[in-house]
């Protein structure tokens, strides 16, 4: 597919201009874009906000990389962007985060029939978010499964937290973020601790991701002992 102008990069993929509704998200390691497709279908068959797909099939069926991705075109600043140009606070940050979680874990499974497991993000964090004229909007699916939603605010959590107790400008705003994520956590949600529930195996699965630096797989204990500092008790 022709693509325009290089909107942005993350740790896996490219984002590229098409046109003025759609843009193509293109993953550089051999992601499974069509699979990230069915479950943003899923959750928007069900109100969560998410940008529309386009076919993925194109004009020839099965004729679509697997790597790409065509979606809406959204307009707005990412979350993030937002915090660092004090744009909102990080009160508003976290209570938005956490309001997205809830929502998302009102979601029913699209595959898994265990009682209580839901439709996960696992990778919700405000660089993830774009605040977008018609509201908050969740991008980049890729990490999404199915299971216990304490997982996802475990994931979402130590993610902050990370940023939190390292050396990098944003530590600050990022405990603040965090702090507010977790005073909305609300008792149906068990992170656990150290050594049993979801925050536990949250922090496993950050130390295998192969995408989080040496440096940063060296902040998860901290990581994990600042959560449990501002978490409910």
Not at 196 to 203: D, K, S, V
């Amino acid at each position: 597919m022709q693509t325009g102008e290089l909107l942005g990069s993350g740790r896996s993929a490219d984002v590229f201009a098409i046109d003025d509704h759609w843009v193509l998200r293109r993953y550089r390691d051999g992601g499974d874009a069509v699979a990230e497709a069915v479950v943003m279908a899923h959750v928007a068959g069900h109100g969560y906000p998410v940008p529309r797909v386009r076919d993925l099939a194109g004009p020839a069926p099965g004729s679509w990389p697997r790597t790409d991705l065509v979606i809406q075109r959204l307009r707005g600043p990412s979350m993030l962007e937002a915090l660092r140009q004090g744009a909102t606070t990080a009160a508003e940050a976290g209570a938005t985060l956490a309001e997205l979680l809830h929502r998302l874990h009102r979601v029913p499974a699209r595959v898994s029939t265990r009682p209580g497991h839901r439709v996960l993000h696992l990778d919700l964090h405000p660089d993830n978010v774009m605040l977008t004229p018609d509201g908050p909007m969740v991008i980049d699916w890729r990490n999404t499964e199915e299971g216990p939603p304490g997982l996802d605010w475990g994931m979402s959590a130590l993610i902050l937290a990370q940023v939190a107790v390292g050396t990098e400008a944003e530590a600050p705003a990022a405990r603040a973020v965090l702090a507010a994520l977790l005073r909305h956590l609300g008792p149906a949600v068990d992170l656990g601790n150290t050594g049993t529930g979801c925050l536990a195996a949250a922090r496993q699965r950050r130390a295998a991701d192969p995408a989080v630096s040496e440096g940063e797989a060296h902040l998860l204990d901290d990581a994990v002992r600042l959560v449990l500092e501002l978490g409910p008790a």
